[in-house]
C-alpha cells in the first residue's frame, strides 16, 4: 500500500515510512492511496467472531500488504487484550464504552497497536549512528496516557509527552508524568494547539531531524488512528448480537440505520469511523459532537473552516481549535462540502449544557457519563431521527475526571485500581514555553 500527503507535494510512501516518520515532508498527513471494501461474508459472520479477529480481518485489509501476516495477528491479539461492551442507555441510544484498556481511555487500543508496529519496523535496524527512535506525542488530556503506557519499557524508543499545563485533569496528568524510564512529560505554558505545534514544528525542523529521529503518536500518525476502527465494527457486531441491527440491514449501508455518535476533538477516532465506512461499514451516517471548541460544527453551517486557539472546557480532551485530521477528513471527501454534510452532521455544547446532560442520564438511567461522553448522549438523543437507532462512544472512564463528575453528580465515583496505581507515583515533568526555540534547544541537548 501507498500512501500520499494530504498537502499532495510529498513524494509517496510506504506503510513503513509513514509510520516511522508520521508527517509528510509537505506538512501534510498521509493518507492511503486506497481502501479495500471487506466482503459481505464478514459482515454475515462478524457477531460471532470475537474483538481479536474483528480487528485481524480489519487490520488485514489496512496493513496486509506491508506486514508480515503472522506478524500482523501477533500485534493485533497483543493490543486487544481486552473487551468493549456496549451498554444500553436508554430506549434507542446505545453506549459503546471504550475505556477497558491499561489507561481506561479508547486511545489505549491505537496507541499500544502503534508502539507495536513501530517495533516491527525498526527491529533489527542500526540504531546506534541515530540513537533511539524518539516518539513526539501532544495531549489534551488522554492521548499522552495512552501513548505513554502504550511504548513504556519499549526497547529502542523515547516518548516526549508535551501536555499544556494546568489544563488536564490531575487523574490523566499522573497517567503520564510518574512513569520514568523512557517516558518524559514536558508541561507546557501555553494550551494544547500550542503543543501541536510544536510537534508539528520539531518534524519541520532539518537540524533537529539530522539530530535524531523523530516520529509522532498523535493521531496524525497513521498507525494510531487508523486501528481505532477497530471500535466500530465490534459496536456492529454487538448490535447484531443484541438483535437490534434487522436481518435486511446486515452488510447494506443504503438501508441502515445505525448513527454514530462520536465526542471529537482531533478528529482522529471519526476519521476511522468514516474509514470503516468507507470500508462496507453499514452506518449511515456520523454525528460529531463538539464542546464549546465549534470550529468544525461551525465549517459544516458554512463551509468556512476557521481554526482559533482551543477554549478550557471541563471536556478538555476536546479542547482543541485546530483539528489535525479535518485535512484528512477533507481529502476523504474529495473537498467537497455537500459530500462531508451528507455524512457528518455537528454539535456544539457548554460546560453547563454537558453538566446537565450528565445529571439528567444519571437521573433517569443510573448511567454515569464523563463529560466527553455526555456530549455524545446529547447530540444524538437530540439529533436521532425517528426511524434510527445509536451508539455513542463513551471515550474514557468517568473517574478520570473524578473532581468533575463528583461535583456535578452529588456523588463520589469509586477509582478504579488501575487509576490508583498511577496516583501512587512522584510527578516528573519539564517545564517548557510554547516558544519552539526552546523545544528545540531542549531536544538538540538529547
Known sequence: MKYYSTNGKAP?????KAVVKGLAEDKGLYMPETIKTLPVE??????????????????SAFFGEDVDGDALQDIVYDTLSFDCPVVKVTDNIYSLELFHGPTLAFKDVGARFMARLLQYFIRGERLATRGEVNVLVATSGDTGSAVANGFLGVDG??????????????????QFTTLGKNITAIEVDGVFDDCQALVKNAFMDEELNQHMKLTSANSINVARFLPQ????????????????????QRGSAQSSNLVVCVPSGNFGNICAGLFAKRMGLPVKRFIAANNANSVFY????????????????IANA??????SNFARVYDLYNKEYEAIRKDISGATYTDEQIADTMRKVYRNAGYICDPHG??????LSEGLEPDEMGVFLETAHPAKFKITVDEILGIDI?????????????????????????????LMNK
Do not use: W
Not at 509517496?12 to 513503513?16: E, I, K, Q, T, V
Not at 459472520?45 to 480489519?58: E, G, K, T
Not at 469509586?414 to 531542549?442: C, H, N, R, W
Open 318 to 323: 476536546m479542547d482543541v481549535g485546530d483539528p
Open 12 to 16: 509517496m510512501a510506504d506503510l513503513r
Open 157 to 174: 524508543i523515547h516518548v516526549y509527552v508535551l501536555y499544556p499545563k494546568g489544563k488536564v485533569s490531575p487523574i490523566q496528568e499522573c
Open 229 to 248: 476502527a477497530f471500535y466500530y465494527f465490534y459496536a456492529y457486531a454487538q448490535l447484531m448480537k443484541k438483535g437490534v441491527i434487522r436481518n435486511e
Open 374 to 379: 455526555a456530549c455524545g448522549y446529547r447530540a
Open 414 to 442: 469509586e477509582i478504579p485500581a488501575k487509576l490508583q496505581a498511577f496516583m501512587q507515583g512522584t510527578k516528573q515533568s519539564v517545564q517548557m514555553s510554547k516558544d519552539f526555540k526552546d523545544f528545540k534547544a531542549y
Open 42 to 59: 464478514f459482515y454475515n459472520d462478524i457477531a460471532s467472531m470475537s474483538f481479536r479477529d474483528i480487528a485481524y480481518n480489519v487490520a
Open 298 to 313: 461551525e465549517y459544516l453551517q458554512n463551509g468556512i473552516y476557521n481554526p482559533r486557539p482551543s477554549i478550557q472546557t
